[in-house]
């Protein structure tokens, strides 16, 4: 056991949920015998009220809700050495005054992206088997072997729009099934796509040969209405969109407008942009559309994991090692 004169002094700084989630018991009682957490649970209210409490923290265990960095809140962390971020995207936290300290970040996206790889590989799946459909016309007609034609997941074709952590997670889980796998991504290398047996192609050749198209694309400046009406007239027959991504991805409007003239295609959102969607957007009154509420990420139990990653990551830092999970300012750049 580390000597409590010797450790150093840290503090959770994030939300009360996500904190029982991301740091459960048996997470907490790890950390508290590797720091000194020297005060309770902080919150942005409680820094807001106090700031000053911040002033020994070496080390912040954070997640959803953590503050932004900003110079006025560095000012009160003059001796912080790491941040271990047990969720997914920093870009809400991190400001121009947090790269200029030079501070190591560290996060949970690739644990946080474990749950999302499964929720895409449960959907890719169904939507081989065109199951929405299925269940959808056995309400509306009662007929029992009323089948649609399917591709199923035997010699089928499923397109992944953008390999980075996410996306090469679920190209890894399709080896497992008999289903070609396309992709695109400019930033891929050949080697890489063969290593995840997968083939790179254009966009617009993902959307016309595949019979899954999954986006895992980042929201970034570039990106945004990356996926056109245009791509969406293009899909096969009965095929199927998923998006665990991000909604402003997507052109909305003309995918609806594709939607509503195609009702052999399905779309599976797990977000929307707006999110959640407008009351009034047809998107939820498609018969073939599925919105779920962004709950492709980790949730409750899931987020365990996150915080598991993050004790993991203060051993490596407390023994001098590199962390595993940092994200540099030129990475974030390119991250959601």
Same mark, same amino acid.
């Given at each position: ?131 929405? &459909? ?33 996306? &090469? ?39 016309? &040969? ?127």
């Amino acid at each position: 056991m580390i000597s409590i004169s010797t450790m150093l002094k840290g503090l959770f700084l994030l939300d009360p949920r996500p904190y029982d989630w991301i740091y459960g018991a048996e997470v907490r009682q790890q950390i508290h015998e590797l720091v000194d957490v020297y005060a309770p649970l902080q919150t942005r209210p409680t820094v807001a009220e106090n700031p000053a409490l911040l002033g020994e923290a070496e080390v912040i265990l954070s997640g959803w809700g953590c503050p932004q960095f900003t110079e006025e809140l560095l000012a009160f962390l003059p001796r912080l050495r790491a941040v271990f971020y047990g969720a997914g995207s920093i870009r809400g936290i991190v400001t121009e005054a947090f790269w200029a300290r030079q501070i190591p970040i560290t996060t949970a996206t690739v644990a946080n992206g474990v749950p999302v790889s499964e929720f895409t590989i449960a959907h890719i799946i169904l939507g081989l088997k065109r199951y929405w &459909q299925h269940v959808q016309r056995f309400r509306e007609t009662g007929e029992w072997w009323e089948h649609l034609p399917v591709a199923g997941a035997y010699g089928s074709t499923v397109g992944l729009v953008s390999l980075g952590t996410i996306g &090469q997670m679920v190209a890894e889980r399709l080896k497992s099934y008999e289903v070609n796998v396309i992709a695109y991504d400019p930033f891929v290398t050949q080697e890489t796509a063969a290593a995840l047996g997968v083939r790179l192609c254009s966009l617009e050749q993902v959307f016309r &040969q595949a019979d899954v198209v999954s986006l895992h694309t980042p929201w970034l400046p570039e990106t945004e209405g990356l996926i056109t009406g245009a791509h969406f007239a293009a899909m096969k027959e009965g095929a199927t969109f998923i998006n665990t991504a991000r909604g402003a991805v997507v052109r909305e409007a003309e995918m609806i407008a594709v939607l509503q003239q195609r009702p052999d295609l399905y779309a599976l959102l797990d977000v929307t942009y707006p999110e959640p969607p407008a009351a009034d957007s047809p998107s939820m009154r498609l018969p073939n559309v599925t919105i779920s509420p962004h709950i492709a990420g980790a949730l409750q139990d899931e987020c365990l994991r996150n915080g598991q990653s993050m004790v993991e990551e203060l051993k490596r830092f407390l023994n001098g090692e590199p962390l595993r999970y940092a994200i540099s300012r030129e990475r974030a750049a390119r991250m959601a």
